[in-house]
């Protein structure tokens, strides 16, 4: 069965860190771009960081950059979001999605937003930043 997991989510205090996990089965995550997003109450789903298939090139949001990174760990079939100072607007639950193709990293970070049934998605993980 094909499937992403998220997780690592929870409540943080402002500043803090969290790092997210995005593990697949059915499916070896080394031959897919690999995406997270997220999607605050009352907002559309935003794209926050996605990493290439083939030459592990990455794209952050601008909103993200210097504090979040992406990364493989192909040993165990995951990639990780570690992000760092966190702040209260990154309050979200936070998706993970796989693309054999070159769609999601085209359109990481874009206003372009791919539908769910596009690539494989998880359920996400709700990350929460607050005092």
């Known amino acids: 069965q094909v499937q992403l997991v998220e997780s690592g989510g929870g409540l943080v205090q402002p500043g803090g860190s969290l790092r997210l996990s995005c593990a697949a089965s059915?499916?070896?995550?080394?031959?897919?771009?690999i995406g997270w997003f997220r999607q605050a109450p009352g907002k559309e789903r935003e794209g926050v960081s996605c990493?290439?298939?083939?030459?592990?090139?990455?794209k952050y949001a601008d909103s993200v950059k210097g504090r979040f990174t992406i990364a493989r760990d192909n040993a165990n079939n995951t990639v990780y979001l570690q992000m760092n100072s966190l702040k209260p607007e990154d309050t979200a639950v936070y998706y993970c999605?796989?693309?054999?193709?070159?769609?999601?990293?085209?359109?990481?970070?874009?206003?372009?937003?791919?539908?769910?049934?596009?690539?494989?998605w998880g359920q996400g993980t709700q990350v929460t930043v607050s005092s």
């Open positions: 999605a796989a693309d054999s193709g070159s769609l999601l990293f085209s359109l990481c970070v874009s206003t372009v937003r791919l539908s769910y049934e596009y690539g494989y």
């Open positions: 990493i290439g298939r083939s030459d592990g090139s990455t």
């Open positions: 059915g499916f070896t995550l080394d031959d897919y771009a």
